[in-house]
């Protein structure tokens, strides 16, 4: 178990240099033996330890109030005088503040599965168990002194710089040249880190680009000087080696975040976004001031994923290699239910009150359709939304008292109390969703670790921020579903049609393309399938690849708190000028029509208004976006200002321009994080225009995702002239799979007449035939199964036989039969349903051994 201690007193031996021991609490072997009065344990005890520490050992002194510490503390330091060891005090310290107790003594319920009044000695006797100051402590055992003095040496000598442990510690990362933060990646003989990935970086671009233009050629050379200076090529090595992975094993893996202003990102294949072509900003991926090592979010084929963590775990070992974690904090609904229970509530006001903390922000269609069949399963993607979702509990809970016992109303209030102090309190540890450590040291040297509930793998036991204060190296493998739907769906179109697709290299002008997309045809597309989505797009009406960029990133939460997203829309419509504070923000705001929306805008106002370097305007935007105080405002106003002055920009309009940059800093979306979702979003739009039938079979085949219910999703496919068959047990296979059109001539199915795209479309259009793991009570394994048996002896020809030969649950025998899987043997459903219990009972799954019993001439 992981709160057992794992190092026996031997294991410290052998490694006790450098570290201090102390006798420890109550508990501890020394402490314990004295309270009980047993002097001759305790110094039997005390002595081990001096036997491994030497002066290293210290007696601790804590008083907690109780009757005995005083006398206690005493002998403990007399014992630790005759030893010739110091006496150190100390507090047995469980929460910070005196007010913690409360919360304390319920998590420690909560941990248990009691109430509090079931507890008993598992809570402390009383509340002294917090952080206490010198002065409280000095009234209690200031007539031991040296015992604060070893307090304060212990304390100094362990004082720990972060520059020792991570290469951050706060500095520019072109101050730490030289200094070791990966593993080291093997290159070939003769080149270095940097050489190697120059000459990558050349034959890239030329793949790319062809001929190597002034632009290109110097916007390569200036990223490369800078990730020569901050000592980076391994790191863009790394990301490198992990993307050709993936394309040796015809993975789809792609950058984004601010990763893809990159152009050295871009020739490596990292990024799928033309920086140069869509006027992207490296600075705000990468500068020599920057005090946060850059952030390559890589997006996986999320079926795929953990194939490149195997991948990585094995080029850099275990030792080298771990995934960070994520801490994981009380939600409403939970917290509510667990202190309840602690404080001894009944069950159903228990119920009753988690039940009326209502959560707001679930999207009415992210939930299962009743159109669809019951027995068909329905992906749950209704999320449990945190404190900032949930009504206030006051609001909530006040209209229930008058419900409760006696007992129930006298801890009312303090279940209030309790519920709200523990909003956004660290609950467990699970693993980040793509965040990967990898050191130069052995991760043991570096950070703290723990065993993963997977076999094989270690967590660090620090979040992705704190990665980033120390400096390290994290590596983002992010799974995604749409690309797991893009393989599929590639994959599919070219074992039907002997086509290899290759959506990198498709035209992104294509007027059919936009045209799905203004009619709102975007049932399965990624980032444009929302409802606010719906709304936006009839009036934006996208008709360029900048256009889906701005379309994806306006219809974020940031935007439409900020009030950009009617501005641009006005302004796109012709009903509001479009007008500019001054002339010299036209070329920075001109894509959005004089709205700031991207993060790299402001870089680019800065630096046109203010006269601001690339580095000096991230840094404005950085801190623009921290600053919460008007005297942090105005610090950043002055230079700016001064600097606009020297340009020639009126005083007034120069502060009007900084607020109304300080305004949106807070709420500009990264334009390259658009761009690079935009791509996505338009190989989809693709996908669904010209390969209706793969497109749906993917989308199908990985669910859950999106917005939409499988049910949602067949009436978009008949929309499209695509037939969703149900499950046959003489066709379908495991999942989904398109399958050749019945009817006479293998003619285009009938369409909705509405839909104008499917009316003018001309490819072919097949059937869908659902799959076996698309039914309750059938898993991929029974699915396995099925298809296994059919392969192996030959079709089905009944419902009995089937039953036999499969051996299935009743409740899959009656899903199977609700569906129409059996229809084909002229049976009906309904008696299918009766015979699917004894059907059951017949099976291989069910039946059991018989017990021989003796004939009547046995001896």
């Known amino acids: 178990e992981k709160t057992k201690p794992r190092a026996t007193l031997a294991l410290i031996a052998e490694n006790a240099e450098g570290l201090f021991a102390l006798t420890g609490c109550a508990y501890g072997a020394v402490p314990r033996a004295m309270r009980g009065g047993d002097v001759d344990a305790a110094r039997d005890a005390l002595s081990r330890l001096a036997g491994i520490f030497g002066e290293r050992c210290y007696v ?99 004082t720990l710089d972060l520059e020792t442990i991570g290469p951050g510690g706060g500095r520019a990362l072109g101050s730490m040249v030289g200094q070791d933060r990966l593993p080291g990646f093997p290159v070939p003989q003769g080149h270095t880190a940097f050489s190697y990935l120059y000459a990558l970086c050349q034959d890239g671009a030329r793949e790319k680009y062809g001929l190597m233009t002034p632009g290109v050629a110097t916007g390569l050379a200036h990223e490369l000087s800078v990730i020569d200076r901050c000592g980076l090529a391994e790191f863009f090595l790394i990301n490198w080696d992990i993307v050709r992975f993936c394309k040796e094993r015809r993975i789809p893996a792609q950058g984004r975040g601010s990763a893809a202003d990159s152009i050295v990102a871009y020739v490596l294949d990292i990024t799928k976004v033309d920086p140069i072509e869509h006027e992207l900003l490296f600075e705000r991926f990468l500068t020599e001031d920057s005090r946060t090592m850059p952030d390559i979010d890589l997006d996986i084929a999320s079926n795929d994923r953990e194939e490149v963590i195997q991948y990585v775990y094995k080029k850099y070992g275990e030792r080298y290699a771990a995934m960070v974690c994520n801490v994981v904090t009380y939600r409403a609904r939970s917290a509510s239910r667990e202190i309840a229970k602690a404080l001894g509530f009944r069950d159903e006001t228990v119920d009753r009150m988690a039940k009326s903390i209502e959560q707001y922000n679930v999207d009415p269609r992210s939930r299962p359709s009743a159109a669809q069949h019951p027995a068909y399963k329905h992906p749950n993607r209704e999320a449990e939304h945190g404190w900032e979702h949930a009504r206030p509990v006051g609001d909530a809970l006040q209209e229930l008292a008058d419900t409760m016992d006696e007992k129930e109303r006298t801890r009312f209030p303090l279940f209030r109390e309790l519920t709200l102090a523990i909003a956004d309190f660290p609950r467990h540890l699970s693993i980040h969703n793509g965040g990967m450590l990898i050191t130069a040291q052995p991760l043991v040297d570096t950070v703290p670790i723990e065993r993963a509930t997977m076999p094989d793998r270690n967590v660090v036991q620090l979040d992705k921020r704190d990665i980033e204060d120390l400096g390290l190296v994290k590596m983002d493998l992010l799974g995604l579903r ?105 070329p920075a705001l001109k894509e959005t029509l004089g709205v700031i929306l991207f993060q790299e805008q402001i870089l680019r106002v800065a630096m046109a208004v203010a006269g601001f370097s690339p580095s000096a305007a991230d840094k404005l935007r950085r801190a623009m976006s921290r600053a919460r105080s008007s005297a942090d405002m105005e610090k950043l106003r002055a230079p700016f ?190 008696e299918l349903l009766w015979r699917a219990r004894d059907a059951h009972r017949t099976s291989p799954a069910f039946t059991r051994p018989v017990l021989a019993l003796p004939t009547s001439d046995a001896p």
């Open 482 to 586: 749409t690309l797991s739907l893009i393989k599929d769906a590639v994959a599919d179109i070219e074992a039907r049609h002997g086509e290899r697709l290759e959506l990198g290299t498709i035209a992104l002008d294509d007027e059919a393309v936009y045209d799905l997309i203004c009619e709102v045809d975007t049932v399965g597309l990624f980032q444009v399938e929302s409802r606010a989505q719906a709304s936006a797009l009839p009036r934006v009406r996208p008709r360029c690849f900048k256009d889906i960029v701005v379309q994806v990133a306006i219809i974020r939460p940031g935007p439409l708190q900020g009030n950009m997203v009617n501005p641009y829309i006005n302004r796109r419509q012709g009903r509001e000028a479009v007008t500019y504070a001054h002339p010299l923000l036209e």
């Open 60 to 158: 601790e002194l804590s008083d907690h109030l109780d009757p005995d510490d005083p006398a206690l503390c005493d002998a403990l330091a007399q014992l630790a005088s005759e030893q010739g060891l110091g006496a150190v005090v100390t507090n047995n310290v469980h929460y910070a503040r005196p007010e913690g107790r409360r919360l304390h003594d319920v998590l420690r319920c909560i941990e248990g599965g009691l109430t509090l009044d079931e507890a008993g000695n598992r809570l402390k006797p009383n509340g002294e168990y917090w952080l206490k100051d010198e002065t409280i402590l000095r009234e209690r055992l200031g007539r031991h002194p040296e015992a604060f003095a070893n307090a304060r040496a212990i304390a100094d000598a362990c």
């Open 641 to 830: 200002v001064d600097g606009a002055s020297a340009n020639g920009v009126a005083a007034d309009v120069a502060n009007e321009i900084f607020r109304q940059i300080a305004a949106f800093a807070e709420f500009g979306f990264c334009k390259s994080h658009a761009a690079a979702f935009a791509l996505t979003a338009y190989h989809t739009a693709h996908l669904k225009l010209y390969y209706p039938s793969e497109f749906y079979v993917a989308l199908l085949n990985n669910q859950p995702m999106g917005f939409y219910s499988p049910a949602v999703i067949a009436g978009d496919a008949k929309r499209h002239g695509v037939a969703i068959l149900p499950v046959d047990v003489a066709r379908s296979n495991e999942k989904a799979i398109v399958e050749e059109c019945s009817h006479a001539g293998d003619a285009l199915h009938p369409v909705d007449s509405s839909n104008t795209i499917a009316r003018r479309r001309t490819c072919r259009v097949h059937d869908v035939r659902l799959g076996f793991e698309s039914v309750k009570g059938l898993g991929e394994a029974e699915a396995q199964g099925i298809v296994a048996e059919r392969a192996r002896s030959g079709p089905f020809t009944s419902f009995d036989q089937f039953a036999r030969r499969v051996g299935l649950k009743e409740e899959a025998l009656r899903n199977l039969a609700l569906l129409g899987a059996f229809d084909a043997f002229g049976e009906a459903r309904r």
